[in-house]
């Protein structure tokens, strides 16, 4: 709602005086902005730099957690299982392996028995399906380090003579004892790195070193002329440093990513000081001339915030920035409103709790850029839908609620099946390129469940989950029984089971 400031006298000589405290304070910081600078500098640098290994550090653990449950359905695959357990023939195994290559991502798939013997292998890269024995050797060599959990990081030659690096993991295969053990392989790549760039703008460089033998980079976005050997030497104080390169200067860091193996492998993270320090320097030039006209400037700020400060600061409390909708906070105060409402006249109520299945899959898959344009979508569309007198919310993540100004059990199946339906439709992402996800939904009634707002929101989390495990959709809370001697208000409407859809 707009509000208009209209300053009293008092107000007025309060804003003249402010208005020359702040043109006295732009000539005091324009003396020492110039020292500042390069120091405030320095720390973005530096801050982005940490935040950016710890986004690489959360996107790797997620990544290996993807990879790990991948190569488990790969193991209890029962066709393959079939085939592993009853076919003598390599070449049939083989086949069977490389099927499940697509479906994992992986480069590169090896079967052994409980001893470490290479029973079969199979890769999308050609010279790794050739028949040899020395490859075969070298394998049973790789996979004997492979120790889950871990990041477990080997080099291996490609067809061209020079190191690949990939990142393996290691499932069991079942029968229901451990028969065998498969390990797929995960190529690191330059297009993993340069996504990493564009994420973060940072670049990026993984590195294998060798005693006596230097070192090796598999993946950068680095200069080539970045002097690696300097990182090798910081490696040790994992404190960032300084380094140059084709005249241009870096902050730097180095992960070490695995140093289990006979080569170390360590990931180093750097970013360049120009793009942070140029707008320090334009700041520089453009607070000189800001200083001329500070004065009415300042004026027109300080009224203009005056009056319109509420109603943003409002829009910050109560709304969730990426989709618009109201927020946590929000959701719980209407939801309390809600619960006096009942108390004092009996208006019921009824609590709608959801997630998008298949959310986690267009995050890991298509990054997080996607998964915001997702959830944006997603909530336009269920907005769409429900009433005008009810409460759409994202409460945090893919998680959404819905306050619903009745307990029709009728009303409420008609909004969730619209809403899974709708959100069931294909997303688009960019052209050519759209994500399917679906809904899982809980509902519960007040006061059929409770006649407190939280134990509703904690019924229709439980039906949530139900509806997950049964595949998406929506179901209804259990019907809870009335406590001994007090009539149950609505019993109508909790009678029967729970219904799922």
């Given at each position: 709602m707009k509000r208009d400031f209209l300053p009293s006298a008092s107000s007025g000589r309060f804003l003249a005086l402010l208005v020359l405290t702040l043109i006295a304070a732009q000539l005091v910081a324009f003396v020492f902005l110039h020292f500042s600078n390069r120091r405030i500098a320095m720390e973005s640098v530096d801050a982005a730099l940490e935040a950016g290994t710890q986004t690489f550090e959360y996107t790797a653990v997620t990544r290996r957690q993807y990879r790990y449950a991948t190569s488990e359905l790969i193991a209890k695959d029962y066709g393959l299982q079939n085939t592993v357990f009853n076919e003598t023939n390599r070449a049939t195994v083989e086949s069977a392996l490389y099927n499940q290559l697509a479906r994992s991502g992986a480069e590169l798939i090896v079967l052994t028995d409980l001893g470490g013997r290479l029973l079969a292998r199979a890769s999308v890269t050609g010279f790794l399906n050739d028949r040899d024995d020395v490859l075969d050797h070298r394998l049973e060599e790789i996979v004997a380090g492979i120790k889950p959990p871990g990041r477990n990081m080997r080099v291996l030659a490609g067809d061209d003579g020079r190191p690949v690096l990939h990142n393996w993991v290691k499932v069991t295969m079942r029968a229901p004892l451990p028969v065998a053990h498969i390990y797929l392989a995960y190529r690191i790549t330059t297009a993993g790195t340069e996504e990493f760039t564009r994420m973060t703008q940072l670049e990026m460089a993984f590195v294998t070193h060798a005693q006596g033998s230097g070192h090796d980079v598999h993946a950068s976005s680095l200069p080539a002329s970045f002097p690696l050997n300097t990182a090798h030497l910081n490696e040790l104080h994992r404190e960032p440093f300084t380094v140059e390169a084709e005249g241009v200067g870096y902050r730097a860091k180095v992960i070490v990513m695995d140093d289990s193996g006979p080569s170390p492998v360590w990931a180093l993270v750097a970013k360049p000081f120009a793009p942070v320090l140029a707008p320090f320097l334009r700041l520089e030039a453009l607070f000189a001339v800001s200083v001329l006209f500070s004065?009415?400037?300042?004026?027109?700020?300080?009224?203009?915030?005056?009056?319109?400060?509420?109603?943003?600061?409002?829009?910050?409390?109560?709304?969730?920035?990426?989709?618009?909708?109201?927020?946590?906070?929000?959701?719980?105060?209407?939801?309390?409103?809600?619960?006096?409402?009942?108390?004092?006249?009996?208006?019921?109520?009824?609590?709608?709790?959801?997630?998008?299945?298949?959310?986690?899959?267009?995050?890991?898959?298509?990054?997080?850029?996607?998964?915001?344009?997702?959830?944006?979508?997603?909530?336009?569309?269920?907005?769409?839908?429900?009433?005008?007198?009810?409460?759409?919310?994202?409460?945090?993540?893919?998680?959404?609620?819905?306050?619903?100004?009745?307990?029709?059990?009728?009303?409420?199946?008609?909004?969730?099946?619209?809403?899974?339906?709708?959100?069931?439709?294909?997303?688009?992402?960019?052209?050519?390129?759209?994500?399917?996800?679906?809904?899982?939904?809980?509902?519960?009634?007040?006061?059929?469940?409770?006649?407190?707002?939280?134990?509703?929101?904690?019924?229709?989390?439980?039906?949530?989950?139900?509806?997950?495990?049964?595949?998406?959709?929506?179901?209804?809370?259990?019907?809870?029984?009335?406590?001994?001697?007090?009539?149950?208000?609505?019993?109508?409407?909790?009678?029967?089971?729970?219904?799922?859809?």
């Amino acid at each position: 709602m707009k509000r208009d400031f209209l300053p009293s006298a008092s107000s007025g000589r309060f804003l003249a005086l402010l208005v020359l405290t702040l043109i006295a304070a732009q000539l005091v910081a324009f003396v020492f902005l110039h020292f500042s600078n390069r120091r405030i500098a320095m720390e973005s640098v530096d801050a982005a730099l940490e935040a950016g290994t710890q986004t690489f550090e959360y996107t790797a653990v997620t990544r290996r957690q993807y990879r790990y449950a991948t190569s488990e359905l790969i193991a209890k695959d029962y066709g393959l299982q079939n085939t592993v357990f009853n076919e003598t023939n390599r070449a049939t195994v083989e086949s069977a392996l490389y099927n499940q290559l697509a479906r994992s991502g992986a480069e590169l798939i090896v079967l052994t028995d409980l001893g470490g013997r290479l029973l079969a292998r199979a890769s999308v890269t050609g010279f790794l399906n050739d028949r040899d024995d020395v490859l075969d050797h070298r394998l049973e060599e790789i996979v004997a380090g492979i120790k889950p959990p871990g990041r477990n990081m080997r080099v291996l030659a490609g067809d061209d003579g020079r190191p690949v690096l990939h990142n393996w993991v290691k499932v069991t295969m079942r029968a229901p004892l451990p028969v065998a053990h498969i390990y797929l392989a995960y190529r690191i790549t330059t297009a993993g790195t340069e996504e990493f760039t564009r994420m973060t703008q940072l670049e990026m460089a993984f590195v294998t070193h060798a005693q006596g033998s230097g070192h090796d980079v598999h993946a950068s976005s680095l200069p080539a002329s970045f002097p690696l050997n300097t990182a090798h030497l910081n490696e040790l104080h994992r404190e960032p440093f300084t380094v140059e390169a084709e005249g241009v200067g870096y902050r730097a860091k180095v992960i070490v990513m695995d140093d289990s193996g006979p080569s170390p492998v360590w990931a180093l993270v750097a970013k360049p000081f120009a793009p942070v320090l140029a707008p320090f320097l334009r700041l520089e030039a453009l607070f000189a001339v800001s200083v001329l006209f500070s004065a009415g400037v300042s004026a027109l700020a300080v009224r203009m915030v005056a009056r319109r400060v509420v109603t943003p600061l409002e829009d910050v409390a109560q709304k969730d920035a990426l989709t618009g909708l109201a927020n946590r906070r929000t959701f719980e105060a209407r939801l309390q409103r809600a619960e006096q409402e009942l108390r004092k006249s009996g208006a019921r109520f009824s609590v709608m709790l959801m997630d998008l299945d298949k959310f986690k899959f267009v995050n890991d898959t298509y990054g997080h850029d996607a998964g915001d344009v997702v959830l944006k979508e997603a909530a336009t569309r269920i907005q769409k839908i429900i009433r005008s007198s009810d409460t759409l919310a994202r409460l945090g993540g893919d998680e959404f609620a819905i306050l619903v100004r009745t307990d029709d059990p009728q009303t409420l199946s008609d909004i969730a099946t619209a809403i899974v339906e709708v959100v069931r439709q294909p997303i688009p992402l960019k052209p050519g390129l759209s994500a399917e996800i679906g809904t899982s939904i809980g509902i519960a009634f007040a006061p059929a469940h409770s006649r407190i707002g939280a134990e509703v929101v904690r019924c229709a989390d439980l039906a949530m989950y139900a509806a997950k495990r049964n595949g998406g959709g929506f179901s209804i809370a259990e019907p809870v029984a009335p406590a001994a001697g007090a009539q149950a208000e609505g019993g109508e409407d909790t009678d029967g089971p729970a219904r799922a859809r």
